[in-house]
Every structure is written in structure tokens, then in C-alpha cells.
């Protein structure tokens, strides 16, 4: 019994044609329905269509069957409608017409009406049934359509692709073969006959049934033709492909059974490996990717297509790995070394003496961002510290030298692919290449290797917490960098770390609303270095621990809640919450918690003090420069100096020791004597010593002993008050910056001087700072 052809309301663009050799084949998707299911399709859409337009004039109040009428409905007041119809002639139409001004005004548009419609409909019923009628007339001229099978199949294609099919001779083709499918298995014997030999579950041999094709016997051994042993055997020796494939760098592995032998390998760059070969296959076999060709008439290093570096005539190239190259070359200029290695995607030689690579990671916002000369007279005399040919191969970084990374904008593999020795544009400044340069100095007066030094600063000014977070463009922009570095350093053999990720951070969140009590602060830290540390291990491999470096923020004299601008300050209508700042209270008590993986280098009030850039926050080139050494002291002692690794402190309160009215400040010193000192920043109330609570007012200050303050009270303070250090300043800071800093005179004796900064034509001395803190005065 025929059945009705599935209708789906699409309109169809043509109309498939019948040729000579379509195959004649009825059914569900058969060629010999082809035309009608269009058909019928075309006709479901037009009465869908159809059907849509007398919904919606049968759904309107009612049409008039003359003008007259409409009109007396508008004079009525029965008719309130902008738009109605009325009836033309043969009622198989309408017109639409328009009250305006309380007239019955034509537009010009006439519509089917509902007669109309039922009639069209009934018209495409009877088409339909006439299609059908004619699809069943024509299913008997299938067989004079083909002439070469009997019976065909066809995939959703139609009939361009054939399932299956069964030719004039009784042969049965399926997809993908050459022939029918009796000329491949005219060489087996049967299932039956198979079955039967003794000893076997499984026989599968050539027609005679004298030679094996494939068995399996009652032991489940398997054996196959071309082997003379039982499969399982040949196999036994190699490990599963479940382990094999969790190897890092390999698409695919083949272990002995043993775990500790690879027999093959293809790495992720498609290389072969074998054993007894060392390096991938292809590059032993061929060419190798890196080689010397002329470029501008002077020989060059390529890598395979690509030019790689010609700043100097080469002399040889050598391959160190699959991504890495050494070279020698003609000394000229300031490039005087003669030799270098190289990755194969950053045109910068990087000096093959090092024997590591140390990544210098940097996160926060703009205080560890470059301080640009903006409107100044002259921009191009702002830079004071620049690139040096002395650590040319030694201090590098992305995006072409740029020592402070991109900030908002997300890094490209064509950055990272500008690797380049570090450089500032002469209208900039900031605090990383000094670091570098200083940290440089250090090894080598310390008569330390001397590493190659990646700079990988994530900062981006004005964010809080919340806004370099993992997930941000900065976060991800350090991750980028790092795992750049390290591949960098694997194609040289060089092994990297990250040693330090320094945080220049905390403006924001001070007046932000986020950080109201003491805590709020420091428990984001713990968490943002917990993500850090874990992310970057990962990158690189390394079991050290990573050194939390801590810039304490020195702008804030208090604690705001309100909104801030882009750059991170107060925008006016903020409240003071806190007479002292929590961010930078909790960066220091951050510091105190973990004694064996952070430090604070300093507080940055002494900078914000001597070099303003004039706004509330930032500092001038001069302060950059003394901001990266700073940095690179604390570092240097801490992690490399032979004589004091792990012993940097800072200048800080160690403990109070509160007897009666009298509290004893035991600090720590980097270089004692601690020494009052008003002149060479500024006087303040106390010299920056108060409380809390104000239970107590302060009667003398001294120094006992070199490394403990004496601070005398005119009565003994309230157990529930707390020690502050460093804000009870309340003078601004010059007449053209309006802006209130902390403010301590405590400093210690240290003896070190800047290597680029002067003032009053000596060399700055590096004077180590007392940190901003508070102290409860009993345990809270």
C-alpha cells in the first residue's frame, strides 16, 4: 500500500530533473520521489504562508462591505482604527483603507481575503493528491533508467553516491571497494568450516583451507600469517598506549614493558625519534632548519625560510636542538662578543656563557608601569637609564625589549616573537631595566655566572586586585611571557626559573571600598600568590619556591572607601574608614607571615616624597631609577648574595615591649645604627610614631643600642591600642601637590649609594626606610 510523502513547509530553489541515468528507485529519499517531495514541499509552504494571512484577516474586528459603510462607522464613532477593510467586487479581495481626519481615505493596498484563501488552499490539496497519483505512475520506469545494477542504495546525496548496490551479475558493491565484495572473500572458507578445526575457537585460512590467514586457539594465542609466534608475545614487550600518551611533548610514544626504554616517538612538532638517533629523524636525514644564507650581500642566519639575525656578518651556525642555534660572527660596533645562541622564533643572540635563565616577574598596577615624559618640554631628555652593550645577550625581553610588558593589551605570538635586548624610547622611564642592569652588576662583582635575565612585568595601572586577576588580559599576559621564556631557554639547554614575581599593587584597593579592616587586604595577597606560584611552577618544572617581593605603598595616609578614577585615586566623595592605610599595614604583616617566601624592599613614601611626578600616586624618571634599585638590593641579598642570602629584612619593627609608659621598638636593621632623621625628607609629628586611640601622647623618641626605639608616654597607653608607624603626618607635600603622604624619620646607616642617582652632586645614599605598620599593643 502506497504511503503519503512527508511534507516539510521550505521553499525548494529548483527542481531536481530526471536523467538518463538516475537511478529508478521509489521509497523514503528515492530518486523516482525526488520531484514530488519538492513539489509538496513548495505547496506546504505556500498554504503555510497562505494560511498565515487569513489568521490575520479573520482575526481583525470585521471588514465593510462598502465605503459608505466604513464611513458611517467612523462618523459613529464604532470605528476607532487607524487601518480597516472593506469589501471589493467579487469578495475574493479587499482594500485596505485609513481614517485620516475622520474620513475613509484608499491607500492603494488590497489583500486576499478569506474566500480567497480556502480556494487556494483547496486548489493545493488537489495538487498534492495529483503529485502523488504521479509519483506512483512513474515508480514502474525505474528499471529502464539504469543499466548497470538491478538494485542500487543511496545515500542522503542522492543518486551521485551509491550505499549499495547489486549489479546485473549478482555482485554486491559496497562504499570504498574496488570490486564486488565476492572477489575479497573468495580466498576464506567459510565460517562453518572454519570453526571446525580442533584446538582452535577461530580459523580463518585461504580457500584450499591448507594455509592460515589468522587463528585464535583455545589459549586465546593469536597468530598471524608472516609470524612465527603467538602474537600476545611480540607484543608483550611494549607498554600500554594509555601511559604512553601522558607524556609532555609527545603526540605518541612506544615504551618497552620495563617503562624506562622509548622504542619510538613523534614529538608535538612532528618529529620522529628511534632509538640509538639522537634528535628527530628529519632533521638527521635532511636539512637542517638552521643555516646561513646571504642577505643584502652579507651572510645570515635562516631558519629554514625565515631570516633570524644579520646584524653582523656570520661566520657558522650550529644547531643546539630543535629550536635552537648557536652562531659565530664578525665583532663590530658595539656587538663585540664574536659568538651567541638563539631561539628560532626571536631574531636576539643571547650569550651562551649563562648558565641559567632567571624570569624577573612583575604584577600590580602603575607604580610598576614606565613614567613617560607626556606634554614636558623636552620628552626625549626624560630617559636616565637605558640600554647598556655591556648586558647586550644577558637583560631581554618581549615585544622588542620592552621592559614593562603590554599592560591592557593582550600579547600576540608576533610579540613574543620580537625578543630583543631591553630598551626604553627616550621619553621613558621606569624602574625594570635599572633592576636588571643593577642585578647584573651585583653577580658580577660577586663574581657569580652571570644569567640571562628574561623581564616578565604583568602590571597594568589603575587595577585592583579583582582586575588582575587569573582570567584578566594582565594575568595572562605574565603567563604568556613565562612560558615563552621558558621554551626560549629549553632550545639553548639553559634551565629557568621563575625566581621572584614582585607586587606593586595596593593604591586601588585602598580607597576602593575592598580592604576597611586590617586583613582585607593581606587575604587576597595569600590568594593571588597562591595562584601565581602554582601557575608559573607549572610552566616551568621548578621545585624552588618563588619569592613574593612587596613594594609597600606609600601614597596613602589613610584608608578611603568611595570611588576612584582609572589611575586608582579618590574621586572626592570617598570617607575615611581607617586613620591609617590597611593595604599597606597588611603588605608588611603579609610579609611577617611568610618569612621563608616574601620581603618588602622598602616602603615607597621616600619616593612619593623626593620624587613626585606631581600626582598622588606616581613617580618621576629619577624616582623609577631609584624604584629598580631599591628592588634589585633586596633581591640580590636575599636570593644570590653568597655572604647574606636569606637575611633580607628591611628596616621594620621586630616586637614591642610595653612597661608601663614606656614601649621598646626592637627592629630590624640592615645596617645599624638606626638613625632619626628629619632633614633629608621631611619633619613629622613624632617622627611618624602614634596610636591608634590616641590613649597616650608621646613625650620622647631615642635610639638604644642601635636597633630599638625608645618611645616615652606621658601615661601608659591602653592595652586595646595599637602602635602606628609612619602616619601622623599632616602636611602636604609642596604647594603644586596638594597630596598628604606617610611620613617616618627612622632610617638606618646603610652605606650604599645609587649608581645613577645624584642629589646635591653625590650619589644618592640608599638609605633604608622604617616601614609603615601597626602594632596592637596586646594581642588582638
Same mark, same amino acid.
Given at each position: 500500500?502506497?504511503?503519503? $510523502?512527508?511534507?516539510?513547509?521550505? %521553499?525548494?530553489?529548483?527542481?531536481?530533473?530526471?536523467?538518463?541515468?538516475?537511478?529508478?528507485?521509489?521509497?523514503?529519499?528515492?530518486?523516482?520521489?525526488?520531484?514530488?517531495?519538492?513539489?509538496?514541499?513548495?505547496?506546504?509552504?505556500?498554504?503555510?504562508?497562505?494560511?498565515?494571512? =487569513?489568521?490575520? $484577516?479573520?482575526?481583525?474586528?470585521?471588514?465593510?462591505?462598502?465605503?459608505?459603510?466604513?464611513?458611517?462607522?467612523?462618523?459613529? #464613532?464604532?470605528?476607532?482604527?487607524?487601518?480597516?477593510?472593506?469589501?471589493l467586487f467579487d469578495n475574493n479581495w479587499v482594500e485596505r483603507y485609513e481614517n485620516v481626519n475622520g474620513v475613509a481615505t484608499p491607500t492603494g493596498i488590497r489583500l486576499p481575503s478569506s474566500q480567497a484563501v480556502d480556494e487556494l488552499s483547496a486548489s493545493l490539496d488537489e495538487a498534492n493528491a495529483l503529485i502523488a497519483r504521479l509519483t506512483l505512475l512513474t515508480a514502474p520506469l525505474r528499471k529502464y533508467i539504469s543499466t548497470k545494477y538491478t538494485f542500487s542504495v543511496n545515500t542522503a546525496e542522492g543518486p551521485v553516491s551509491t550505499g549499495l548496490a547489486l549489479d546485473r551479475d549478482m555482485g554486491l558493491w559496497l562504499p570504498g571497494l574496488k570490486a564486488e565484495l565476492q572477489q575479497y572473500v573468495q580466498q576464506l572458507i567459510p565460517w562453518s568450516i572454519a570453526n571446525r578445526y580442533p584446538g582452535y575457537q577461530l580459523m580463518f585460512t585461504d580457500v584450499t583451507g591448507k594455509k592460515g590467514i589468522v587463528s585464535i586457539d583455545d589459549n586465546g594465542d593469536v597468530r598471524v600469517l608472516g609470524i612465527d609466534d603467538v602474537l600476545q608475545e611480540r607484543l608483550a614487550a611494549l607498554c600500554s598506549s594509555t601511559f604512553a600518551r601522558r607524556i609532555n611533548g609527545f603526540q605518541f610514544v612506544i615504551f618497552s614493558s620495563d617503562l624506562k626504554s622509548a622504542l619510538f616517538a613523534?614529538?608535538? =612538532?612532528?618529529? +620522529?625519534?628511534?632509538?640509538?638517533?639522537?634528535?628527530a629523524l628529519q632533521d638527521n636525514l635532511g636539512q637542517q632548519p638552521a643555516r646561513i644564507t646571504p642577505y643584502q650581500g652579507l651572510p645570515a642566519v635562516y631558519w629554514n625560510d625565515a631570516l633570524l639575525w644579520h646584524e653582523r656578518p656570520v661566520l657558522s651556525v650550529n644547531q643546539v636542538s630543535a629550536t635552537g642555534l648557536s652562531m659565530t660572527y664578525i665583532p663590530g660596533g658595539q656587538i663585540t662578543k664574536g659568538y651567541g645562541m638563539m631561539y628560532y622564533r626571536g631574531g636576539a643572540e643571547i650569550s651562551p656563557e649563562a648558565m641559567k635563565a632567571l624570569i624577573l616577574c612583575s604584577d600590580g598596577q602603575s607604580l610598576g608601569v614606565p613614567s613617560d615624559a607626556g606634554n614636558r618640554p623636552n620628552p626625549n631628555t626624560w630617559n636616565k637609564v637605558n640600554y647598556d652593550p655591556k648586558w647586550r645577550a644577558y637583560a631581554l625581553a618581549i615585544a622588542g625589549g620592552k621592559p614593562e610588558g603590554s599592560q591592557d593589551t593582550p600579547i600576540t605570538e608576533a610579540m613574543l616573537d620580537l625578543l630583543a635586548n631591553l630598551v626604553y624610547p627616550l621619553y621613558r622611564q621606569g624602574q625594570q631595566l635599572p633592576f636588571v642592569y643593577a642585578l647584573l652588576y651585583s653577580h658580577e662583582n660577586a663574581d657569580l655566572n652571570l644569567p640571562v635575565m628574561f623581564s616578565a +612585568?604583568?602590571?597594568?595601572? #589603575?587595577?585592583?586586585?579583582?582586575?588582575? %586577576?587569573? #582570567?584578566?588580559?594582565?594575568?595572562?599576559?605574565? $603567563?604568556?611571557?613565562?612560558?615563552?621564556?621558558?621554551?626560549?631557554?629549553?632550545?639553548?639547554?639553559?634551565?629557568?626559573?621563575?625566581?621572584? +614575581?614582585? $607586587?606593586?599593587?595596593?593604591?586601588?584597593?585602598?580607597?576602593?571600598?575592598?580592604?576597611?579592616?586590617?586583613? =582585607?587586604?593581606?587575604?587576597?595577597?595569600?590568594?593571588?600568590?597562591?595562584?601565581?606560584?602554582? =601557575?608559573?611552577?607549572?610552566?616551568?618544572?621548578?621545585?624552588?619556591?618563588?619569592?613574593?617581593?612587596?613594594?609597600? +605603598?606609600?601614597?596613602?595616609?589613610?584608608?578611603?572607601?568611595?570611588?576612584?578614577?582609572?589611575?586608582?585615586?579618590?574621586?572626592?566623595?570617598s570617607v575615611v574608614v581607617k586613620p591609617f592605610s590597611v593595604v599597606a599595614v597588611d603588605q608588611l604583616q603579609f610579609v611577617k607571615n611568610n618569612p621563608t617566601n616574601a620581603i618588602m624592599y622598602g616602603p615607597k613614601y621616600p619616593l612619593n616624597w623626593l620624587y613626585s611626578d606631581g600626582s598622588l600616586s606616581h613617580l618621576d624618571n629619577w624616582g623609577k631609577v631609584l624604584q629598580g634599585e631599591y628592588q634589585e638590593q633586596a633581591i640580590f641579598w636575599h636570593l644570590y648574595d653568597p655572604a647574606r642570602k636569606g637575611t633580607w629584612t628591611g628596616l621594620k619593627i621586630k616586637s614591642v615591649t610595653l612597661t608601663d609608659n614606656i614601649a621598646d621598638l626592637l627592629c630590624d636593621v640592615p645596617f645599624a645604627p638606626i638613625v632619626i632623621d628629619a632633614d633629608f625628607i621631611a619633619d613629622c609629628l613624632n617622627k611618624g610614631v602614634g596610636l591608634e586611640n590616641n590613649s597616650a601622647t608621646v613625650q620622647s623618641i631615642t635610639i638604644v643600642d642601635g636597633n630599638i626605639i625608645r618611645v616615652v608616654f606621658d601615661q601608659a597607653p591602653a592595652a586595646t591600642d595599637a602602635l602606628l608607624m609612619g602616619f601622623t603626618n599632616t602636611a602636604e607635600h609642596s604647594p603644586e601637590n596638594d597630596s598628604v603622604y606617610p611620613l617616618t624619620c627612622f632610617r638606618d646607616s646603610s652605606p650604599r649609594v645609587s649608581r645613577w642617582v645624584t642629589r646635591n652632586g653625590s650619589p644618592f645614599p640608599l638609605y633604608n626606610w622604617m616601614c609603615l605598620d601597626r602594632i596592637p599593643l596586646t594581642q588582638e
Open positions: 500500500m502506497p504511503k503519503t $510523502l512527508p511534507e516539510s513547509p521550505e %521553499w525548494v530553489d529548483g527542481i531536481y530533473q530526471v536523467e538518463l541515468d538516475t537511478p529508478v528507485l521509489g521509497g523514503d529519499g528515492g530518486p523516482d520521489n525526488w520531484q514530488a517531495q519538492q513539489l509538496a514541499n513548495r505547496t506546504s509552504y505556500l498554504k503555510q504562508r497562505t494560511d498565515m494571512i =487569513d489568521d490575520r $484577516l479573520q482575526s481583525a474586528t470585521g471588514d465593510y462591505a462598502s465605503v459608505a459603510e466604513a464611513q458611517a462607522a467612523i462618523d459613529s #464613532g464604532s470605528e476607532t482604527r487607524r487601518y480597516f477593510n472593506v469589501m613523534i614529538d608535538d =612538532d612532528g618529529g +620522529v625519534h628511534i632509538p640509538g638517533i639522537k634528535g +612585568v604583568a602590571n597594568s595601572g #589603575g587595577k585592583s586586585f579583582a582586575q588582575i %586577576w587569573k #582570567g584578566t588580559v594582565p594575568y595572562s599576559n605574565g $603567563l604568556a611571557m613565562v612560558e615563552r621564556y621558558v621554551k626560549i631557554a629549553q632550545a639553548l639547554g639553559k634551565p629557568a626559573s621563575v625566581d621572584v +614575581v614582585s $607586587l606593586e599593587h595596593g593604591e586601588t584597593d585602598n580607597d576602593n571600598g575592598t580592604s576597611q579592616n586590617v586583613g =582585607d587586604y593581606r587575604v587576597r595577597m595569600e590568594a593571588y600568590y597562591a595562584l601565581r606560584r602554582a =601557575d608559573y611552577k607549572a610552566l616551568t618544572g621548578q621545585t624552588t619556591e618563588i619569592l613574593a617581593v612587596i613594594g609597600q +605603598v606609600g601614597s596613602r595616609i589613610n584608608t578611603k572607601a568611595g570611588g576612584v578614577d582609572e589611575q586608582g585615586n579618590p574621586t572626592g566623595e
